[in-house]
């Protein structure tokens, strides 16, 4: 039976198909989508500013998709051994099938994340495309930069409250630990990162382990107040059309 340390060790710790998380990210997903329909009256079919909670919603219907799939398809052990046995060389049985399941979820679940994480920071590149910000050393930032340089020039220019730009880091260093199967490494050495009153380590060498769906979804309610604010500052609203470019 496949192990579960082949997968990335973000979003191990809970079972995500539960009755909570469901609710959860179907709250979360009609939230959005209010979002989206606010700022489609107010922009062109293509602006970024709508399809920034579209393209969000869409996502977390998927992952809502792929969830039900999980039990409805994979869950008859005779699936599962048709998918898997060609490729795990063994057979699945009724015991292993449960432990499969679970890396199937906690899989479909971190590749959640990343692609949600892809979806903001392009909105966020379209609109640097558009409305000039400079970066932390005062320069002009352009839709090529950094992410970095991206979200504090946006939170600049918005004149947004300091605490987006720790959150953003703190994703950011999240998802470059995807790229490692969840361990963290810097030339910087160890950190920590104190968002909301709660501490993050990343220590070097290390896997993250503290990310849990829980959180995540935690992370996209403050994701979502962030472009309702960032769309709604007076510079924003200035511009009549940012196109999305990667509709």
Known sequence: MAKERY???LFRQEAVLNSPHIARLNQLSRSYLEQQQVFK??????DVRPWTFQKVAQILAYYRLSLEY????????????????????????????????REYEQYITFSFFHVVFSSFESSMRCIVGKVPVTNSRGKPCRETAKFYD???GLIDVAGLDDQYRTLFEL?????????????????KGSRSIVYKGVRYDFVNGKP????????????????RDFFIALYRS????EEAHIPDNVL
Request: proline content about 5%.
């Open 208 to 223: 993250v382990t503290f990310a849990t769906i829980s959180l995540f979804f935690d992370f996209l309610t403050d994701i």
């Open 150 to 152: 991206i979200y504090h």
């Open 7 to 9: 997968l990335p060790l």
């Open 41 to 46: 009256a107010l922009y062109p079919a293509d």
């Open 70 to 101: 999980t039990t409805g398809i994979l869950s008859r052990t005779d699936n599962l051994s048709k998918i898997l046995e060609p490729a795990r060389g063994m057979m699945v049985s009724a015991e292993s099938g449960g432990a499969i399941l």
């Open 234 to 237: 007076p510079r924003l609203t």
């Open 171 to 187: 994703l950011l260093m999240m998802r470059n630990c995807i790229h490692n199967r969840s361990v963290y490494f810097s030339d």
